[in-house]
């Protein structure tokens, strides 16, 4: 491959690149690794006084309140264990609605007066910090001179060591909260939503009789896909640095249609980075599973064990940091951005709920015979109703504006919610529906055909990865999440729909026997009135064709093209009648989300449309006008010594740098026009009017990219990015 000097030098680069070595002691196993640099409940124990160990735990376990007086002796015991670590410093970590992690870092050491210092750790400094809250987005919760915000201590999720080879850091995770309790952070209303779906879970479970009912958690395992990219390469892509995505690029030759990069042998230097990632990630205490190669070229998945909410969804954070920061080590550059190339495979982040505990399991496990676990069915119906009643919700909790390149497209499940139930359960869910389920379809047997194969049993259903929303044996999985995002979001809203759902099954039920129904009618009844009301939702066909776009428009489910019409949700009266009735955020709180999202997705269009600008008039332009050039002297040449060019390709490539020329122009108008007052407005123009221009440059520069002689072209292609690794 030829090319231009830059990317010649990157190619060079790629080719010789050599992975550092993994570095880990002889005869290490993941288990010697796992959680060594995390607080964990073992470390506590051998730690902490019995009696505060068991206080700590019991807030852990049972959402007690934490009790003050504990924080100074695990400070001093978190303390010691961070400088046995090598740790000089400790930070807050929290999540503020950038959707990023932010840490602010102190040092352990304070002068003691004579000349010299010492390492202090206090209980208050544990359990509160006050970073700056008037740098972050807040949707108007602050003003810019109210500048005060306090870190509060989430006891829920342990406290680890982040290690760097000048000195390491106790990492705290925290909720963030303004001067007057508002939440300003993604944890904070997530604990909340925790909390109100556990209050009901617990009193519907009373209802089936259990008297011994621990605490319910929601529990998320969130699978993350990501792109890898030689670093040479990411730095010689303005738009990439700027955007996360190529805002241009023509198509390679062969991209995915072959299907053979899919759980194909992983590349060598990728396994290495994998080994090396996982191994951080296993420190961390972080139950790294899976990993595999996804459907597109250069594309990757690594998919965790599942954990509470709360600390998955610090996990994930963590996660996303880890692999960025690995990747640098091994030359790459992680590529986290929903549709980072236009016409391959985009990228999301699975995530599968879950609830139980720990006296009664997981609540969505149907068990054998589904028909005859009532409680199963009645937690099942709960997500039924939840998803029916406020399935614009859970899409605007995935809306963004990188998150729209890729729902909805035949890669992803569509902007429509539905849920998918699957062959077994969904007869189950029709026999209620007609009066009462008697009977589930069995387990088979799969018979190979091969003599050294054994039979396998089968599932009484298949899965569709076409749907949002759907069931995968023991927990549904909401595939509609993009790879950038937190999973706070998503679980927030799940919660908080449950609780809802769970707090009108309860009621009805409560009303029912009150009335002198009995236990068993009366379940059938709420089930009966869920599924008529309700399962039109339901929806196991092909998510990806047209005629279930014209169906869920006759069923009345709404179909949210974009995150501009998605955000719209959160103005909607039941969806903050919700959020407010179960105390998770306030119409104030629910607002300024609004506003930070569409804010965030305004500002994205303008980055987007000043770099496509950009790089049009600085690096395709350039590279047209020279090739234009070369030909235009080369036809005269030839015209000197009386033969006759073919101007065929002349005239083409002229052509496309005029229409170039033209789209430029328009972009360049368009982002300079004005694009109304308030935040709505703003994201409205970059949605219908920056969107559509840029993709216009885009469009030329492509076909320029195809005519081009190769040593012109000054950027790495999508051939080469792709597929050199």
């Known amino acids: 491959m030829t090319g231009h000097i830059g990317r010649q030098q990157a190619i060079d680069a790629v080719t010789e ?44 376990e049972h959402a007690t309140p934490l009790d003050p007086t504990v924080a100074d002796v695990v400070a001093s015991a978190l303390k010691d264990w961070a400088l046995e670590k090598g740790a000089t410093h400790y930070a807050h970590v929290f999540y503020p609605l950038t959707g990023l992690t932010a840490e602010k870092h102190d040092s352990f050491l304070e002068p003691d007066g004579n000349g010299g210092a010492i390492a202090e750790f206090a209980g208050k400094t544990l359990v509160q910090g ?4 008037s740098s972050f987005p807040n949707g108007g919760l602050r003003q810019t001179f109210e500048a005060r915000g306090y870190t509060a201590w989430d006891v829920t999720s342990e406290a680890y060591i982040l290690e760097n080879p000048n000195g390491n850091t106790l990492c705290i995770p925290t909720v963030f909260v303004s001067w007057t309790g508002e939440a300003l952070d993604n944890k904070t209303p997530l604990l909340r939503s925790q909390q109100a779906m556990n209050t009901q879970a617990q009193r519907l479970l009373k209802l089936f009789g259990h008297d011994d009912v621990a605490s319910v958690s929601s529990f998320a395992g969130a699978e993350q896909e990501y792109f890898l990219i030689d670093r040479h390469f990411f730095f010689a892509r303005p738009d990439l640095m700027a955007s996360g995505r190529t805002l241009f690029g023509a198509p390679p030759p062969k991209g995915q249609e072959f299907d053979d990069h899919y759980f194909g042998a992983i590349p060598e230097r990728v396994l290495a980075y994998m080994l090396d990632t996982e191994r951080e990630l296993f420190k961390l205490g972080i139950p790294a599973k899976t990993r595999h190669n996804e459907v597109a070229p250069g594309q990757f998945e690594l998919a965790p064990v599942f954990e509470k909410a709360n600390v998955a969804t610090d996990h994930q954070q963590l996660l996303m940091v880890t692999l960025r920061r690995m990747a640098e080590k091994h030359g790459m550059e992680c590529l986290l951005h929903e549709k980072p190339f236009a ?11 879950s609830l139980g505990n720990s006296t009664q399991g997981n609540l969505l496990n149907p068990g054998d015979t589904p028909h005859d676990n009532a409680q199963f069915l009645v937690f099942c119906a709960a997500v039924i109703r939840a998803v029916h009643l406020y399935g614009g919700l859970l899409r605007a909790v995935v809306a963004s504006a990188s998150n729209d390149h890729r729902l909805g497209a035949n890669e992803a499940p569509p902007a429509i919610m539905s849920i998918f139930l699957g062959e077994q359960l969904a007869d189950v869910f029709d026999q209620v529906a007609k009066g009462g389920a008697t009977g589930s379809r069995e387990k088979g047997t799969l018979i190979i055909g091969v003599d050294t194969l054994p039979d396998l049993p089968s599932d009484p259903g298949d899965r569709n990865r076409t749907s949002p929303f759907a069931f995968t044996g023991n927990r549904f999985e909401f595939r509609a999440a993009g790879s950038l995002q937190s999973v706070a979001g998503p679980m927030t809203a799940i919660n908080t729909m449950m609780a809802d759902s769970i707090d009108h099954i309860a009621t009805e039920i409560e009303a029912l026997l009150d009335s002198g129904t009995e236990f068993n009618e009366a379940v059938q009844k709420v089930l009966q009135e869920i599924i008529t ?13 047209e005629d279930w776009t014209v169906e869920a428009a006759l069923r009345g489910l709404k179909n949210l093209r974009t995150t501009v019409d998605a955000l719209q949700e959160l103005e909607d009266e039941d969806v903050k009648s919700l959020f407010a009735r179960y105390n998770v955020l306030d119409n104030r709180e629910l607002a300024s989300r609004y506003e930070v999202f569409l804010e965030q997705y305004h500002l994205n269009g303008n980055v987007e449309a000043m770099t496509t600008l950009e790089m049009a008039k600085t690096v395709v332009m350039p590279a047209g006008i020279r090739y234009q050039g070369e030909l235009a002297a080369t036809a005269a040449s030839m015209k000197a010594v009386d033969l006759e060019p073919d101007m065929s390709l002349l005239t083409r490539v002229s052509g496309l740098v005029s229409e170039l020329s033209s789209t430029i122009a328009a972009l360049e108008e368009a982002i300079d026009s004005g694009d109304g007052e308030g935040e709505l407005a703003h994201a409205e123009y970059a949605c219908d009017t920056l969107l559509p221009a840029m993709l216009e440059v885009r469009s030329i520069s492509d076909l320029l990219e195809s005519e081009i002689a190769d040593d012109l072209w000054p950027m790495p292609t999508y051939q080469e990015m792709l597929h050199i690794l």
């Open 130 to 133: 006050e970073p700056d809250a």
């Open 343 to 353: 016409g391959v495979n985009g990228s999301g982040k699975h995530v599968n709920f």
């Open 533 to 545: 009301d309700h399962g039109r939702v339901v929806f196991n066909g092909d998510g990806y064709s």
């Open 17 to 60: 690149f050599r992975a550092p070595p993994v570095v880990t002691d002889a005869g290490e196993s993941p288990g010697d690794v796992f959680g060594t640099n995390v607080f964990t409940r073992t470390v506590m124990q051998q730690r902490l006084p019995k009696t505060v160990f068991k206080s700590v735990l019991s807030t852990i």
